[in-house]
């Protein structure tokens, strides 16, 4: 009976009082008992869509502890820092998390005794539609068409506003031209009419004398060239730039041969207007004007490809201005074209028998002054070709007379200019980016530039060189790179038979 009592309350002392799992050398296993989105359990918890972003995670233990004797710990990989503590009960949410690749840890621990394993939970958050990466493919493709379309738009706004400016400009032009002829034709013919009525009050014993005679014959001669303007005016009008087959309208003052200059002498401003407005279809022109000194200076400084010389000009001599010109070694050789009324042999001669190259008599068409201007320069480049004033090599730039060649030429240093730092761009890359065939792109490229395409490309490649050279302080090796050329031995060689010096001399010479 006594032992009984004993056992009696040793039971009672286990039920009141239970033995303590000792919290220094055990270590409890944390397991992952659910994970909710919003109030839903989830299923499939390893691939969660993007909607899915706010989590609840719950934690138990493998040996069922109870849980308020446990303390949790809980670390999300690619969200958290560091180890954060779960709330009382072992659950801890997350939300608004981003679409990607998470790896949730969980701890737990008995009495602040030691943490146990690690319980790892990977998961992924898939991204919305709209940022997958064929949503995104499609925004740059519909963004690249709305520049596209606004820049379409924009040129052809562009074309029609240069439209109206030649429109306004030439409408001008052809008002001012209207006025002032009609002004100009009131003197011939007072002078031809005063001249008339005298004869016929003098008749029938008047008789009319060389003065008269010679009255009504520059009368004449005044309103003929008058006509011819006239003439050469409308034909003008009818040949405005207005391009078909879609091809850019061009400006008058942007001529097709850019690098080509023409000096115009002519001290009528309407007549010279009207020889610069036909000139400016295939070249640049200037004008120049004064007394001797100011006009030989003007073309001493500019060194135009040509000179439009009157004889008549009211401060200064033209054969004098003529003889400087050819004097000068910088410019004798420029063509000059003498324009005058040549009335009589004697003008005629002095203009034979001058140093001119040319000479075109009033009234003239000015498309044919400006084909002859034209094949002077052509004849001046080929002879400088072939006997060259300066040891530096030189070829001939031949004249461009078609837009359609313009147009190719803008495309060809394009797509030279955008390729210039690759050292394997050669003919082969440039006949099949202008989508020619060799033979086909060597002969259109002699014929507009008077080169072979490899060395058309090598001259862009030199001349680039040499602005880099002049405008950087870039190394040598680093210019060399960005004109594709890296070989040094044949850039030097090949600049210096172009600039006849070595690129260190070139950078180190006055401009």
């Given at each position: 009976?006594k032992?009984l009592t004993?056992?009696?309350?040793?039971?009672?002392?286990?039920?009141?009082?239970?033995?303590?799992?000792r919290?220094d050398?055990?270590?409890?296993?944390?397991?992952?008992i659910?994970?909710?989105?919003?109030?839903?359990?989830?299923?499939?918890?390893t691939?969660?869509?993007?909607?899915q972003?706010?989590?609840?995670?719950?934690?138990g233990?493998?040996?069922?502890?109870?849980?308020?004797?446990?303390?949790?710990?809980?670390?999300?990989?690619?969200?958290?820092?560091d180890?954060?503590?779960?709330?009382?009960?072992?659950?801890?949410?997350?939300?608004?998390?981003?679409?990607?690749?998470?790896?949730?840890?969980?701890?737990?621990?008995?009495?602040?005794?030691?943490?146990?394993?690690?319980?790892?939970?990977?998961?992924s958050?898939?991204?919305?539609?709209?940022?997958?990466?064929?949503?995104i493919?499609?925004?740059?493709?519909?963004?690249?068409?709305?520049i596209?379309?606004?820049?379409?738009l924009?040129?052809?706004?562009?074309?029609?506003?240069?439209?109206?400016?030649?429109?306004?400009?030439n409408q001008?032009?052809k008002?001012?031209?209207?006025?002032?002829?009609?002004?100009?034709?009131r003197i011939?013919?007072?002078?031809?009419?005063s001249?008339?009525?005298?004869?016929?009050?003098?008749?029938?014993?008047?008789?009319?004398?060389?003065?008269?005679?010679?009255?009504?014959?520059?009368?004449?001669?005044?309103?003929m060239?008058?006509?011819?303007?006239?003439?050469?005016?409308n034909?003008?009008?009818?040949?405005?730039?207005?391009t078909?087959?879609?091809?850019?309208?061009?400006?008058a003052?942007?001529?097709i041969?850019?690098?080509t200059?023409?000096?115009?002498i002519?001290?009528?401003?309407?007549?010279?207007?009207?020889?610069?407005?036909?000139?400016?279809?295939?070249?640049?022109?200037e004008?120049?004007?004064?007394?001797?000194?100011?006009?030989?200076?003007?073309?001493t400084?500019?060194?135009?490809?040509?000179v439009?010389?009157d004889?008549?000009?009211?401060?200064?001599?033209?054969?004098?201005?003529?003889?400087?010109?050819?004097?000068?070694?910088?410019?004798?050789?420029?063509?000059?074209?003498l324009?005058?009324?040549?009335?009589?042999?004697?003008?005629?001669?002095r203009a034979?028998r001058?140093?001119a190259?040319?000479?075109?008599?009033?009234?003239?068409?000015?498309?044919?002054?400006?084909?002859?201007?034209?094949?002077?320069?052509?004849?001046?480049?080929?002879?400088?070709a072939?006997y060259?004033?300066?040891?530096t090599?030189y070829?001939?730039?031949?004249?461009?007379?078609?837009r359609?060649d313009?147009?190719f030429?803008?495309?060809?240093?394009?797509?030279?200019?955008?390729?210039?730092?690759?050292?394997?761009?050669?003919v082969?890359?440039?006949a099949?980016a202008m989508?020619?065939?060799?033979?086909?792109?060597?002969n259109?490229?002699?014929?507009?530039?008077?080169?072979?395409?490899?060395?058309?490309?090598?001259?862009?490649?030199?001349?680039?060189?040499?602005?880099l050279?002049r405008?950087?302080?870039t190394?040598?090796k680093?210019?060399?790179a960005m004109?594709?050329?890296?070989d040094?031995?044949?850039?030097?060689?090949?600049?210096?038979?172009?600039?006849?010096?070595?690129?260190?001399?070139?950078?180190?010479s006055?401009?």
């Amino acid at each position: 009976m006594k032992s009984l009592t004993v056992y009696l309350m040793v039971f009672i002392l286990v039920i009141i009082c239970p033995p303590r799992v000792r919290s220094d050398n055990f270590t409890p296993h944390t397991k992952i008992i659910g994970i909710w989105a919003y109030a839903d359990e989830l299923t499939d918890s390893t691939h969660l869509t993007y909607k899915q972003n706010n989590l609840r995670f719950f934690c138990g233990t493998e040996e069922d502890l109870p849980s308020d004797s446990l303390e949790y710990r809980f670390w999300l990989k690619g969200h958290d820092n560091d180890w954060v503590t779960a709330f009382k009960g072992g659950w801890y949410f997350y939300t608004d998390l981003s679409p990607g690749n998470y790896e949730f840890m969980a701890q737990s621990r008995l009495n602040e005794g030691t943490w146990g394993p690690v319980s790892i939970h990977e998961f992924s958050i898939e991204s919305p539609w709209w940022l997958t990466w064929q949503a995104i493919t499609l925004y740059i493709l519909s963004g690249t068409g709305i520049i596209i379309y606004i820049y379409y738009l924009i040129r052809s706004r562009i074309r029609i506003h240069n439209q109206l400016i030649v429109e306004r400009s030439n409408q001008r032009f052809k008002t001012d031209f209207i006025i002032h002829a009609g002004r100009e034709f009131r003197i011939p013919l007072t002078i031809i009419l005063s001249t008339i009525e005298k004869m016929r009050e003098g008749m029938p014993t008047y008789r009319p004398t060389r003065t008269d005679i010679q009255h009504l014959r520059n009368s004449s001669r005044m309103l003929m060239q008058m006509v011819e303007q006239l003439v050469d005016f409308n034909k003008e009008e009818q040949d405005i730039p207005y391009t078909s087959k879609g091809d850019v309208i061009e400006m008058a003052d942007i001529p097709i041969n850019k690098d080509t200059t023409v000096m115009i002498i002519e001290p009528n401003r309407q007549l010279a207007d009207v020889i610069r407005r036909d000139i400016l279809r295939f070249m640049k022109a200037e004008f120049a004007e004064g007394n001797n000194s100011d006009i030989v200076e003007k073309v001493t400084h500019s060194r135009p490809d040509a000179v439009i010389l009157d004889t008549e000009l009211p401060e200064a001599n033209a054969y004098e201005i003529l003889s400087e010109i050819k004097k000068n070694p910088d410019t004798g050789g420029i063509p000059i074209i003498l324009v005058s009324n040549f009335d009589d042999s004697r003008s005629l001669l002095r203009a034979i028998r001058s140093e001119a190259d040319d000479y075109i008599s009033k009234p003239f068409n000015c498309k044919v002054l400006t084909a002859l201007v034209m094949k002077k320069i052509r004849t001046h480049r080929e002879l400088n070709a072939v006997y060259p004033r300066s040891q530096t090599a030189y070829t001939a730039r031949p004249l461009i007379e078609r837009r359609g060649d313009k147009l190719f030429i803008d495309r060809l240093d394009k797509a030279v200019f955008e390729n210039l730092a690759d050292p394997e761009f050669d003919v082969n890359a440039l006949a099949s980016a202008m989508n020619m065939s060799r033979s086909q792109l060597y002969n259109k490229i002699k014929e507009l530039k008077g080169l072979a395409p490899v060395e058309y490309i090598r001259e862009i490649r030199l001349n680039k060189a040499s602005e880099l050279l002049r405008e950087y302080r870039t190394s040598i090796k680093e210019i060399r790179a960005m004109v594709g050329m890296p070989d040094p031995t044949n850039f030097n060689r090949r600049f210096k038979e172009k600039f006849t010096v070595s690129p260190t001399d070139y950078r180190q010479s006055p401009i």
